[in-house]
């Protein structure tokens, strides 16, 4: 099976390609030509496997040209008891009679980049090594916090790569900016930016395109590519959560095999809700995703209304992987729902580049509305929902798991919908400790990050994840910033070259 690119359907390419070059020549994003069903006889099976087995059933319908040892090798690698502290990979909690969370958080960096981040390395080197002839791969990052963290713990060290991160140097939290700083390894650069998370990666989108650093990196036997969401080996290792939490609830006799379920997803980029509608086009019984947005609910609007408009105040909340104006991974969606139309798809981006919004038709919003529900709310909301969740469940969430709580339960008390439902939880509650203490405990007095997740441990009863606690003794390695239109040079003088 073969990968289109959204502005041109007739690019067809292997998944090797496609994963190993990121992005489509021409701007467009990689999609398969046919997404692979899964039957309910099948979903059934896999309920009775393990989260390492589910993976290599769905890797390999989507990656077709890798072999059987290929997928086992890189499956096997990425989702160790080693590398994840739960051997289920990504447990389900349940809240209550209809919700249960799927915590994604307990990988090397605490949040839910590390489910495609761990793996993606391996996908991409053995990719590069059948479509590549032995060039260097060179990744680039724009992050609000979480993925570079993610992406650095991924390839760090990997033979044959080089990964530079850029993060807005007021936008993420002081932890995630720790946890960067202090990153090891001997291929890993990391470099704040002057400006907020569109800035890094609209300046990260422009040097992957820009002919003149493509030449420069050919003639070092170099070559770019991209670790963010946009890249479909990202993508594809997101699609299997949702399968294998559809199969636990099946396990734990939640429901049965063929009953609807939804999902409610804290959503920036669109990449992992958009694996939640592969899952559903691939044969999951999905009756609603939820879309949850904080303030920045450019979404929330788009999905109500068809216009996406980025034109409008930037937030800085305390939910910041979420502080995002341009979802990249809407474009694929928008392709699959106007019947791969390149043309359209193409119109609209460039309608975003020059106007900032984007207007689809009646029948796109009629079928987006088929599968999605928009909602968002305020950082107070945030904090109130948090404080509420653990009086009221004695569970401690996270500021981007608390609003996709918020956002379900208004969905709940407007719609009434009893179908069971998935909160997808993206981060562990210590990796915001500071925002997740004041609103379990406004009265706390703590003077950093680190007696900050003391007190929750106690408050909580639970244990901090021990590569958080340890960062106080490690070492800053980078502290670099540079002006957004720098860039450019600073990953020439990074590389060398
Ligand atoms: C990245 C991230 C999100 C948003 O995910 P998208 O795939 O960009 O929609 C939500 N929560 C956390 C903690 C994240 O790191």
Avoid at 184 to 204: K, L, M, R, T, Y
């Amino acid at each position: 099976m073969n990968y289109n690119s959204t502005r041109n359907s007739s690019v067809e390419k292997t998944s090797k390609h496609a994963i190993a070059n990121g992005i489509s020549k021409e701007g467009g994003l990689f999609v398969p030509c046919e997404v692979p069903k899964l039957t309910l006889k099948q979903i059934e099976d896999m309920s009775k496997q393990n989260y390492r087995t589910i993976a290599k059933t769905v890797l390999s319908k989507f990656l077709t040209d890798f072999t059987a040892d290929e997928i086992e090798a890189c499956v096997n690698s990425a989702y160790t008891s080693k590398k994840f502290e739960s051997d289920d990979i990504a447990p389900l909690h349940r809240l209550n009679g209809t919700a249960s969370v799927l915590e994604l958080w307990h990988g090397p960096t605490c949040a839910f980049k590390d489910m495609a981040l761990q793996i993606l390395p391996h996908l991409m080197m053995t990719s590069a090594k059948s479509v590549l002839d032995n060039k260097k791969i060179v990744i680039l990052v724009a992050t609000s916090g979480d993925t570079g963290k993610a992406a650095l713990e991924g390839f760090r060290d990997v033979e044959g790569t080089s990964i530079m991160v850029f993060y807005p140097e007021d936008g993420v939290s002081k932890v995630q900016k720790l946890q960067m700083n202090t990153q090891e390894g001997e291929n890993v650069s990391v470099c704040g930016i002057n400006g907020n998370f569109d800035h890094a990666q609209s300046g990260v989108k422009a040097i992957f395109t820009d002919p003149a650093m493509i030449e420069k990196l050919a003639e070092n036997n170099m070559i770019f590519s991209s670790a963010n969401s946009i890249n479909w080996g990202r993508l594809v290792p997101q699609v299997v959560y949702y399968v294998a939490s559809y199969c636990r609830l099946i396990k734990n006799g939640e429901i049965k095999a063929g009953d609807k379920v939804n999902f409610v997803v804290p959503t920036g980029n669109f990449g992992n809700i958009l694996a939640g509608y592969y899952a559903k086009m691939m044969g999951i019984p999905v009756n609603k995703l939820i879309c949850a947005s904080n303030s920045n609910n450019v979404l929330t609007d788009f999905i109500n209304n068809g216009t996406y408009d980025k034109n409008r105040k930037f937030f800085t909340t305390i939910s910041p992987s979420m502080d995002i104006l341009i979802s990249s991974n809407l474009e694929r969606l928008i392709y699959e729902l106007c019947g791969k139309d390149d043309k359209t798809v193409s119109d609209l981006m460039q309608k975003l580049a020059a106007d900032g919004k984007y207007t689809v038709s009646d029948d796109v919003l009629s079928k987006i509305k088929e599968s999605f529900v928009g909602g968002c709310c305020t950082d107070e909301q945030t904090l109130i929902t948090i404080k509420e969740t653990f009086e009221k469940y004695n569970y401690l969430c996270d500021t981007h798991t608390a609003v996709a709580v918020k956002v379900y339960s208004d969905y709940y008390n407007t719609t009434g919908d009893t179908t069971k439902t998935v909160i997808v939880s993206t981060a562990s509650p210590y990796k915001f400790a500071g925002d997740v203490l004041s609103a379990v405990k406004s009265d706390a007095d703590a003077n950093d990050e680190f007696e900050v997740i003391d007190i929750l441990e106690k408050i909580s009863g639970t244990c901090a994840p021990k590569q958080l606690k340890s960062l106080k003794e490690k070492e800053v390695r980078f502290a670099k910033t540079c002006e957004k239109e720098d860039m450019k040079k600073v990953v020439l003088e990074g590389l060398n070259i």
